[in-house]
């Protein structure tokens, strides 16, 4: 499975960007068996959790720092996971990877990711 992630871009702090993420390949179809997460990694910092959604996506998970701004979803039909951000700051400023879990439910530790996209650069200003 190849995942590709698009939507960042540079914004103002307030902004809201969305941010995609498809799922190619052989066993493409595979990926509604899936949890999916997005991971960001900031300049100098390693990688940390953002948010997941499990196979069915009814549920979903997220770190505190973006609870109440961010909203994961998926569409099976599309395979497709998206990442919808509203009122970035600044410290939301990071490279921004999707993945797939090896596991159908929700998992917030990158090792249980086995799938990872390119990233796609988020940067907010101030």
């Known amino acids: 499975v190849q995942l590709q992630a698009s939507g960042g871009g540079l914004v103002q702090a307030g902004d809201s960007l969305r941010l995609s993420c498809s799922a190619s390949g052989r066993y493409a179809r595979l990926f509604s068996n899936n949890a999916m997460g997005w991971f960001r990694q900031a300049p100098g910092e390693g990688r940390e959790f953002v948010a997941a959604?499990?196979?069915?996506?009814?549920?979903?998970a997220y770190a505190d720092s973006v609870k109440g701004r961010f909203t994961i979803s998926r569409d099976n039909t599309k395979n497709t996971v998206s990442l919808e951000m509203n009122n970035l700051q600044p410290e939301d400023t990071a490279v921004y990877y999707c993945?797939?879990?090896?596991?159908?439910?929700?998992?917030?530790?990158?090792?249980?990711?086995?799938?990872w996209g390119q990233g796609t650069q988020v940067t907010v200003s101030s």
């Open positions: 993945a797939a879990a090896r596991t159908s439910t929700i998992a917030t530790t990158d090792r249980y990711y086995n799938y």
């Open positions: 959604v499990a196979w069915r996506g009814g549920d979903a």
